[in-house]
């Protein structure tokens, strides 16, 4: 969970935090919170993106580099490397990149514990570590970022959730259905049947987006 109402400098990795991130809400009225130039007590906040594709966030960033998705691992290397995050080798840049990783690495330097990196969620695993790490390094956990673990039984007790609801659904137990956002009949475990069973529900209502 991003606080950028905290956030002096805030550096997303192909993160449209203002659009669709699941907390694009909070997230907007934080950032608008430290842009404000009438608040006269704090420097307004500055923004970096770097971004396979146009985005709501882009189109309010201080510095906006358009970039292949395939370049973010080395950007974000890169990055990691000029705040002296661990040893993750060299990354090949082009001037393009080099300039906002320098930019970024500066500003988030100064801004220490009130700067903070996003990531994508459709962003590798590599990144998102190193996303993690960076954060870390500059103190930003607990400030301008809440980690919030998974018990690591998360997985299994949401699919047996799932089960146990197909079965009441089956066996007639539930006479009417609301599903918010997300589509079960598609994306449920091949195992689970939610489709077949849904067929049992006598009044069933979907709510999203597609």
């Known amino acids: 969970v991003y606080h950028l109402a905290k956030a002096r400098v805030i550096v997303s990795l192909d993160t449209d935090l203002f659009g669709h991130h699941p907390a694009k809400v909070y997230n907007a009225a934080g950032w608008v919170k430290g842009r404000r130039s009438a608040d006269e007590t704090r420097e307004m906040n500055r923004l970096y993106i770097a971004e396979s594709t146009m985005s709501v966030t882009g189109t309010r960033a201080d510095h906006r580099l358009p970039i292949r998705p395939f370049r973010l691992a080395s950007v974000a290397i890169a990055l990691a490397n000029a705040l002296g995050v661990g040893s993750h080798g060299t990354a090949e840049l082009t001037e393009g990149e ?3 990783v320098a930019a970024a690495a500066a500003d988030l ?3 220490g514990p009130a700067g903070v990196v ?3 969620l459709h962003v590798s695993p590599d990144v998102q570590a190193l996303a993690h790490a960076i954060n870390a390094a500059l103190g930003a956990v607990g400030n301008t970022v809440t980690v919030h673990a998974l ?3 998360a997985r299994e007790s949401q699919v047996a959730s799932l089960k146990n609801l197909v079965e ?3 066996s007639g137990q539930i006479s009417a259905l609301l599903i918010l956002g997300g ?4 994306d449920a475990p091949a195992d689970v049947e939610f489709a077949g069973a849904l067929r049992q529900v006598r009044t069933a209502a979907h709510l999203s987006h597609y």
Do not use: I, L, S
């Open 98 to 100: 080099r300039a906002f």
């Open 109 to 111: 330097k100064a801004a």
């Open 118 to 120: 996003t990531v994508g």
């Open 151 to 153: 018990p690591e039984d």
């Open 168 to 170: 009441q659904m089956r």
């Open 183 to 186: 589509n079960p009949a598609y």
